[in-house]
């Protein structure tokens, strides 16, 4: 499982991205939101890289931005694309970033939302390849179906409107449309949270269907940390806009380094009611990246935050076998994982 | 088990709530009975769809057209005397007085529960005037006191904040607040932490066990999450389209879970720390519309144990087993053909 053997796909490096807020009548700049700020991360060829945190993060702005639905303030995304070399999706042109966005692709959160309900499945599913690929016709239509046996859609749906459809089917319509321009990378943003558990289990087993057969490597943004564990090779945890830990996701479940991770790992209910629950319960409040705390954004809820942490932001650093992490106390803290809490 | 036991709170007796839509006949609760214990809780498992928040709102009588009660008893023991919630007239005063007063319900949306003219004091201070007879100054205090009890900094500061100035977990508390404030036997709770981060649903959590244990009340906690209920409930009835499938403590739930379907609930979560597999074990097609309910036993088309001509054909009854729970499938009725036994 060492991820240096691997050939990236995706490396970001120090990507920023500040939103300037305003105030007033005139919307006078007044400060800035550092929804991400300065994260650094690679996807190799075929891997799962689970983006977790909770809400106000950054790790849905990160999706975005790798897609350029935000143009980022600073840092590089470099597309490591087979035939063309490494792209920067920074910094690419409107062509460049057609193409790029034929091979990474997005899955959302909400299926009722991100499908168009007055398009049929075959014009949704198609029309990636009818703008991009130029297909029409009987080469459309055939393409389509086959994109729809693929997520496990009966081809009877083709002309069927996303109203009657499920959530977990229209879930579905969303991978094969996301799958339709064969692309290297999907983006998924919580691409579980919205469906039933009996259904969250079938899109899950797609998903990685679909990687063994394709070769996919997905960013996988989710909150829910079982669903993360089950799916990822690597998992990356943040913290108001930056990434306070890093690795392979046993190291990361079985020995965290960084007490955020610790107390997000207690904090999940577990569904098994007999265990002695050593429930790490954090004081307050994930605080807003506009105002966040100074040094360590943290410190004002860890239980061992000291006067360093008030002043030095921690940077991530290399903690052996591939497991970075932010803490200044990083080495001297043993912390509890998922078999201790 | 007997409904009418003195430990008894509140006993739902074959409960039907259907929607009577221009579709059709939409049976969303279907037979439903339970009891909740006085000071217990009582999770209420199951996914969108299986009529878990319809039968919460029943208990307040606060289904509304085209839904309707169509029979059944909701029978409160809390007062004096016996009171069928179903039988009083919808705007009776008795009907009012418990709702709120002694039956209170929070929701999965703290965003959308409170109302955002109001001051959260405001809203706190708004049950309390209605249900006790005090003295505005005394309200005041009250209020305050119930804001700090739900761990909320600075009560007298938060009783002028409007919802908006709160995050998604402080709106929570304050719900709890006004839920709390005229200290309710039963709670009613809706999801309480679905719409809430992982950090603060913890928190909420702890909150209502201690809550509960301060104010002795019992909670109905309704929720699809497996590991929420095992944090909270004693009890737990498991729901599939309308019906009660299973019932049965915490701990046979996840050790020996009975129902084809709660067996496979199980298997298809994922959990921490097991890296065994790198497949789930997926239930099967979908949860079909309750509109369009199937024949005999509503989960036959997704069961893994189905038995043609017998599940697709008869309506399962409740089997009470030795130890006391209930299950609602043919594998466990001794009295048919081709059954089997699980236990051994």
Same mark, same amino acid.
């Given at each position: 499982m060492s991820t240096s053997s691997a050939t990236p796909l995706l490396t970001v490096e120090d990507l920023r991205m500040h939103h300037p807020v305003g105030a007033g009548m005139m919307q006078r700049r007044t400060g800035v939101v550092k929804a991400v700020d300065g994260i650094s991360f690679t996807i190799p060829i075929g891997r799962t890289l689970g983006l977790v945190g909770e809400s106000g993060c950054g790790k849905t702005t990160t999706g975005h931005c790798i897609l350029r639905g935000h143009t980022p303030t600073a840092g590089r995304i470099l597309f490591h694309d087979p035939d063309r070399g490494p792209l920067d999706i920074c910094q690419a042109d409107r062509r460049t970033l057609a193409y790029i966005r034929q091979k990474v692709q997005m899955v959302f959160q909400d299926p009722y939302s991100s499908l168009n309900p007055r398009m049929t499945v075959q014009e949704i599913v198609g029309e990636p390849l009818r703008v991009n690929q130029g297909l029409s016709g009987p080469a459309l239509r055939a393409r389509v179906e086959e994109l729809l046996t693929v997520v496990g859609l009966h081809v009877s749906a083709m002309n069927r409107f996303p109203h009657a459809f499920s959530g977990g089917q229209r879930q579905r319509l969303v991978i094969a449309r996301a799958l339709s321009l064969r692309p290297a990378l999907i983006v998924a943003d919580e691409p579980v949270s919205a469906l039933d558990v009996s259904i969250q289990a079938q899109t899950l087993n797609l998903l990685q269907d679909l990687q063994e057969r394709y070769g996919l490597s997905y960013l996988f943004i989710a909150h829910d940390l079982s669903v993360v564990e089950h799916i990822s090779d690597e998992v990356a945890v943040m913290y108001v806009g930056r990434i306070v830990e890093m690795g392979p996701t046993y190291q990361v479940f079985d020995t965290p380094r960084h007490p955020y991770t610790s107390a997000l790992l207690s904090a999940v209910p577990r569904p098994s009611p007999s265990r002695t629950h050593q429930r790490i319960i954090l004081q307050g409040e994930v605080p807003n990246p506009a105002n966040p705390p100074s040094g360590c954004a943290f410190h004002p809820r860890c239980r061992y935050a000291e006067d360093r942490c008030r002043h030095e932001i921690p940077v991530l650093q290399a903690a052996g076998d591939g497991h970075k992490v932010a803490c200044h106390f990083a080495d001297s803290l043993s912390l509890p994982g998922i078999g201790q809490v | 088990m007997s409904a009418h036991d003195a430990s008894s709170l509140l006993s739902v007796e074959d409960l039907h709530v259907h929607f009577h839509t221009e579709q059709g006949t939409v049976q969303a609760v279907n037979g439903v009975s339970f009891t909740v214990g006085r000071g217990q809780t009582l999770g209420v498992l199951g996914e969108s769809g299986c009529g878990k928040s319809v039968t919460g709102f029943s208990l307040l009588r606060l289904i509304r057209p085209p839904g309707r009660i169509e029979r059944g008893r909701i029978v409160?023991? $809390?007062? !004096?005397t016996e009171l069928d919630l179903v039988q009083e007239p919808s705007g009776s005063a008795l009907l009012r007085q418990v709702r709120g007063g002694e039956i209170a319900m929070i929701f999965q949306e703290p965003m959308t529960s409170l109302d955002p003219v109001y001051t959260a004091g405001n809203q706190v201070l708004e049950a309390i005037n209605y249900h006790l007879d005090v003295s505005q100054a005394a309200a005041w205090d009250m209020a305050v006191t119930m804001l700090g009890k739900v761990g909320l900094p600075e009560p007298q500061r938060i009783m002028h904040t409007y919802p908006h100035q709160l995050s998604g977990g402080m709106r929570q508390r304050v719900m709890i607040a006004i839920a709390l404030a005229c200290h309710p036997q039963l709670l009613i709770a809706d999801e309480p932490t679905t719409a809430l981060d992982v950090t603060t649903e913890a928190q909420i959590l702890e909150l209502l066990q201690e809550l509960q244990a301060d104010l002795q009340m019992a909670i109905l906690f309704i929720t699809h999450d497996l590991g929420v209920i095992a944090e909270m409930a004693q009890e737990v009835i498991v729901m599939y389209l309308g019906e009660i499938v299973e019932r049965t403590d915490i701990e046979s739930l996840f050790a020996e879970p009975l129902h084809p379907y709660t067996r496979a609930l199980l298997e298809s979560i994922p959990r921490l720390g097991? @890296? !065994? $597999? @790198?497949r789930l074990q997926a239930i099967e097609g979908i949860v079909p519309s309750p509109a369009d309910i199937p024949r005999g036993c509503t989960f036959h088309p997704r069961c893994p144990d189905f038995m043609p001509g017998l599940c697709d054909v008869h309506a399962p009854t409740p089997q009470t087993l030795t130890d006391g729970r209930q299950v609602q499938c043919f594998l466990y009725d001794d009295q048919r053909p081709g059954v089997r036994n699980l236990q051994s």
């Open positions: - | 409160y023991h $809390g007062l !004096d097991t @890296r !065994d $597999g @790198r």
